[in-house]
């Protein structure tokens, strides 16, 4: 299983749009790149040593990059508790036969192998879904103007 690169590239795109369409600050557009950069260093040296896929590691860069050094903690505290849990549920999941039923699927017969990796975007994506309602991307949206009266 692996991550498209235009996910990554959409993602870096549409920070950059919003970011300039919203007025974000040159600086703290530049503490934004900070993270993501930083983030981007140490998941691509987690992917030299094996621990981790490359789409994974571009999809967390990129990811930080939405959140900037505010919310990276959290994102990465997330992403671990996801990852470790999601990590676990396959290696039991992978020591249960697979029902004759579901071995036609080739996208299970795949998360089952043994030889597989672990699916990390899937826990990236859900670090997401929680650490972004606190950003300042959602803050900043005035719901007043948004209710229907």
Not at 2 to 20: C, K
Not at 22 to 49: D, N
Not at 114 to 132: C, R
Request: aromatic share 14%.
């Amino acid at each position: 299983m692996t991550i498209s690169n235009r996910v990554s590239l959409a993602l870096v795109a549409g920070f950059f749009v919003l970011a300039f369409a919203g007025g974000m600050a040159p600086y703290e557009m530049l503490s934004h790149v900070g993270a993501g950069a930083l983030l981007l260093v140490v998941a691509f040296t987690c992917f030299a040593m094996g621990w981790v896929g490359g789409g994974d590691a571009k999809v967390a860069a990129s990811v930080a990059l939405w959140f900037g050094f505010p919310h990276l903690m959290n994102f990465l505290l997330y992403a671990s508790l996801f990852g470790g849990a999601l990590t676990l549920l396959l290696l039991q999941f992978r020591q249960w036969p697979l029902p004759y039923g579901l071995a036609g699927q080739a996208w299970l017969a795949r998360l089952h192998a043994q030889e597989s990796g672990i699916p990390y975007g899937i826990a990236l994506a859900l670090s997401a879904l929680m650490v972004y309602p606190e950003t300042e991307w959602v803050m900043a949206i005035d719901l007043a103007h948004l209710a229907l009266r």
